[in-house]
């Protein structure tokens, strides 16, 4: 498929722009996860499609194993085919895994956050829960619209682990998730002012 509108405004406008910090922090249409890694694979690859789009394809890969890990939880076959066909079959869905944007990248770890979270629901294993809020955070940063799903995940540990009543160790996780994703933002909306200032 030709590089697309939005493709090529991701391209020009963020990845291949010096002042990228400084313009764009705060732009919803800057997936800043995805204009991030796609530095990486122009600088390595060149500025061919592949190397534009692969950052997605990575997430699709993500996508796929975490769909595969979904329906292994089932132990009757017929379930099981029918969830990973429900969740790898939606042509809307895997067009955005071949496009240079955030969407693909952010199924990917949405996907992976909403499995781990699942299983610490019904295992309470702390490496579940910080899988879980790492991986929505990742998702967050590449697409905002994530951020809903992210509150909502940290808000379903810590409660969990309050009704359940655990110990504090148990909700960390959630404080964890809310450092990164506003701790990193805030981090790089300061570079970005500090870059701003000098010129």
Known sequence: MPITIDESITFFKYVNKANWLQDGIWNANNHLLNTLMTMGSTKLFGTSEFALRLANLLGGLLYLTYAFR?????????????IFAALTTSQFVLDFFGLCRGYGISLGFSLMSWYHLSVWWKQRRTTDSILAILAACLATFANLSMYVPLLV??????LGAIAKGENRNSSAPSLLGMLVIGGGYFAIHATGSKIKGRR
């Open 70 to 82: 979904w329906s292994k939880r089932y132990e009757d076959w017929f379930s099981a085919i029918s």
């Open 153 to 158: 995940s940290m808000g379903i540990i810590a």
